[in-house]
C-alpha cells in the first residue's frame, strides 16, 4: 500500500529497495564508451601537437610553431564555455540523452578533419584554418559532453552506488588518456622521424573518428534518466528561465563546482604537456616519455572507481577532494624538479604519482557536482561552472608551461599549479557532505520534485509520474471548484 503522495513544494522523499532498472547496463556502458571516445579525440591533439606542429604551423623556429599549435589548442576551451552556457540548459530541457549523441558526433568529426587536413606544403593557410575550425567543433561538443555525461551516469545510478557510477566519467576520460598517450607512443616509436612528421600522427586521429560511430550507436539506444523525465514533468521552464534560475537560487553550488574542477590545469599538465616538458626540460627522448606515461595513467584508472566506490561508504567530502589537493600541493615542486634527473625510471615515477593524487581528486568530484544541484537546473549549473573554469585554467596549461619553460623557468609550472590547487582547498572546506548510504530518490537532496514513498516496486520514474498525475489532478479539481 502507497502513502499519499506530496506535494511539489515538499523534500524529496526516500525510496527503500530500490530495484536495478531493466537496461541499467546499457545505459552505463553508452555513458562510458562516449566519454571515452570525446576524450581520446580531445587529448590526443594536444600529445602529437610537438610532431605535426612544423608541417600545419611552419615557422622559422619549432618552439614558435609548437606555441601556435597550443594556440589552437586552446581555441577548444575558449569554446567550452560558450557551449556549456548555451547548450547545458536543453539538456536540462529536453534531455542528457540527446546531446550526449550530438557531443560525440561533433567531437569525432573534428577529429575527421584534423587527421584528413593536407599539410601547410600542399594546401597553404587552409591546412591551420582546418585545424581552427575542427578545435571550435571539438570544443562545443565537449563543452556540452562532461555535464551531460555526469548528470547521466549519476541519475542512472541505483542510490548507493552513485560515488562509483559518477567516477566512471573520470575513469573513461582516464582511459582515453591512456588511450591517446599509448596511441602516441605507437606512432612515434614504430614510424622513422620523417614518415611520422609525414602521415604517421595522422592515424590515431582517423582512429578516434571511427570511434565515434560506436559512441553514437551506443548513445542513440540508451534510456533518457529517470531523473530527468521526472523534473520535465514537473517543471516545463524554457532553457533561458533555467538558466536565470541557476544563477539567481544556487551561487554557493557553482563556485563550489568551479573549485571542484579548477585543478585540472593539474591535469592537463600531467595529461598533455609532461612528456613535451620532459623533452624540453631534461632531453629524453618523446617516445620514451609517453611510454612512461601509459604506465602512470594505468595507476590513474586504478585509483579514480575505487575510491569512487569507497566515497559510497565514507562519504564524499571526507577524503576527497581534500585529500586529493593536499597530495598536489606537497608533491608537484619536488616531482618536476626530480624530473631534471635523468632515467626512464625515474620518469614513470614523476608521471605515476602526479596520476595517484589526481585520481583521488578526479574519483568524486563529479558525483558531488551532481549533488549540489537539483535535476531541474543540474546540467547548466556543472556547466556553467565546470566549462569557464575549463577554459581558463585547463586549455592554457600547455600553453602556460611551455611559456615558462620558453622564459627558462621551467619550476615555475610547478608554482602555477600549487597557487591555483590551494585557492581550491580553501574551498573545499566549505563544501557540504553530499554522499549518503540511504537510498534517496533524488540525487541532490535539495531536489523538491516528491515522490511516492513506500513501495518498493515503484521505481523513482513511474513514482514522480504518478505523483505529477495526482498534483495536476488536484490543481484541476480546485480550478473546478
Known amino acids: 500500500?502507497?502513502?499519499?503522495?506530496?506535494?511539489?513544494?515538499?523534500?524529496?522523499?526516500?525510496?527503500?529497495?530500490?530495484?536495478?532498472?531493466?537496461?541499467?547496463?546499457?545505459?552505463?556502458?553508452?555513458g562510458t564508451v562516449g566519454h571515452f571516445v570525446e576524450w581520446y579525440d580531445w587529448y590526443?591533439?594536444?600529445?602529437l601537437a610537438a610532431v605535426f606542429s612544423s608541417q600545419i604551423f611552419p615557422s622559422d623556429s619549432p618552439f614558435a610553431s609548437l606555441i601556435a599549435a597550443f594556440l589552437t589548442y586552446a581555441i577548444g576551451f575558449i569554446v567550452r564555455p560558450l557551449s556549456g552556457i548555451i547548450l547545458s540548459p536543453l539538456a536540462d530541457r529536453y534531455g542528457r540523452r540527446r546531446i550526449l549523441s550530438?557531443?560525440?558526433?561533433?567531437?569525432?568529426?573534428?577529429?575527421?578533419?584534423?587527421?584528413?587536413?593536407?599539410?601547410?606544403?600542399?594546401?597553404?593557410?587552409?591546412?591551420?584554418?582546418?585545424?581552427?575550425?575542427?578545435r571550435i567543433l571539438q570544443g562545443i561538443s565537449a563543452g556540452t559532453e562532461g555535464q551531460s555525461a555526469i548528470a547521466f551516469m549519476v541519475e542512472h545510478a541505483p542510490a548507493n552506488r552513485?560515488?562509483?557510477?559518477?567516477?566512471?566519467?573520470?575513469?573513461?576520460?582516464?582511459?582515453?588518456?591512456l588511450a591517446a598517450?599509448?596511441?602516441?607512443?605507437?606512432?612515434?616509436?614504430?614510424?622513422?622521424?620523417?614518415v611520422l612528421a609525414s602521415w604517421g600522427w595522422r592515424i590515431p586521429f582517423i582512429v578516434g573518428g571511427i570511434l565515434g560511430v560506436a559512441g553514437l550507436v551506443l548513445r542513440a539506444r540508451s534510456d533518457e534518466s529517470p531523473e530527468f523525465e521526472a523534473s520535465a514533468m514537473a517543471e516545463q521552464k524554457s532553457a533561458p528561465k533555467k538558466l536565470l534560475e541557476l544563477l539567481r537560487n544556487h551561487p554557493k553550488a557553482i563556485l563550489q563546482t568551479a573549485a571542484l574542477s579548477?585543478?585540472?590545469?593539474?591535469?592537463?599538465?600531467?595529461?598533455?604537456?609532461l612528456p613535451t616538458y620532459a623533452n624540453l626540460t631534461s632531453g629524453r627522448d618523446l617516445s620514451s616519455t609517453l611510454a612512461g606515461s601509459v604506465i602512470g595513467l594505468v595507476l590513474l584508472v586504478i585509483v579514480v572507481p575505487t575510491c569512487g566506490y569507497i566515497s559510497d561508504r565514507l562519504g564524499r567530502r571526507k577524503i576527497f577532494p581534500i585529500v586529493g589537493a593536499i597530495g598536489m600541493i606537497v608533491l608537484f615542486f619536488p616531482l618536476l624538479l626530480l624530473l631534471q634527473t635523468p632515467g626512464f625510471w625515474i620518469y614513470v615515477l614523476v608521471a605515476a604519482s602526479g596520476w595517484v593524487v589526481l585520481g583521488i581528486w578526479q574519483s568524486v568530484y563529479p558525483t558531488i557536482q551532481a549533488e549540489l544541484f537539483p535535476a531541474a537546473v543540474r546540467v547548466s549549473g556543472i556547466g556553467f561552472a565546470h566549462q569557464i573554469v575549463i577554459a581558463v585554467f585547463g586549455g592554457?596549461?600547455?600553453?602556460?608551461?611551455?611559456?615558462?619553460?620558453?622564459?627558462?623557468n621551467p619550476m615555475?609550472?610547478?608554482?602555477?599549479?600549487?597557487?591555483?590547487?590551494?585557492?581550491?582547498?580553501?574551498?573545499?572546506?566549505?563544501?557540504?557532505?553530499?554522499?549518503?548510504?540511504?537510498?534517496?530518490?533524488?540525487?541532490?537532496?535539495?531536489?523538491?520534485?516528491?515522490?511516492?514513498?513506500?513501495?518498493?516496486?515503484?521505481?523513482?520514474?513511474?513514482?514522480?509520474r504518478r505523483d505529477t498525475r495526482a498534483s495536476r489532478d488536484r490543481r484541476a479539481v480546485t480550478t473546478e471548484q
Do not use: H
Not at 590526443?44 to 600529445?47: D, E, F, M, N
Not at 552513485?162 to 588518456?177: K, W
Open 1 to 30: 500500500m502507497t502513502s499519499a503522495p506530496r506535494t511539489a513544494s515538499e523534500p524529496a522523499a526516500e525510496i527503500t529497495g530500490r530495484p536495478v532498472r531493466k537496461g541499467q547496463a546499457r545505459n552505463l556502458l553508452a
Open 44 to 47: 590526443v591533439y594536444g600529445l
Open 102 to 134: 550530438l557531443a560525440v558526433s561533433g567531437m569525432a568529426l573534428g577529429a575527421l578533419i584534423i587527421g584528413l587536413t593536407p599539410p601547410f606544403a600542399v594546401v597553404g593557410y587552409l591546412a591551420p584554418i582546418m585545424f581552427v575550425v575542427a
Open 162 to 177: 552513485r560515488g562509483l557510477f559518477g567516477s566512471f566519467t573520470n575513469m573513461a576520460s582516464g582511459l582515453a588518456t
Open 181 to 194: 598517450t599509448g596511441a602516441a607512443a605507437i606512432v612515434t616509436s614504430a614510424f622513422a622521424p620523417d
Open 262 to 273: 579548477a585543478p585540472a590545469v593539474a591535469y592537463y599538465t600531467w595529461a598533455t604537456f
Open 396 to 408: 592554457t596549461a600547455p600553453l602556460i608551461a611551455a611559456a615558462f619553460v620558453g622564459a627558462g
Open 412 to 464: 615555475g609550472v610547478a608554482v602555477y599549479m600549487i597557487v591555483v590547487v590551494t585557492i581550491c582547498l580553501i574551498i573545499y572546506f566549505t563544501l557540504p557532505e553530499t554522499g549518503s548510504r540511504a537510498p534517496r530518490a533524488t540525487v541532490s537532496a535539495t531536489d523538491s520534485i516528491s515522490v511516492v514513498a513506500d513501495d518498493p516496486a515503484v521505481t523513482v520514474s513511474d513514482a514522480r
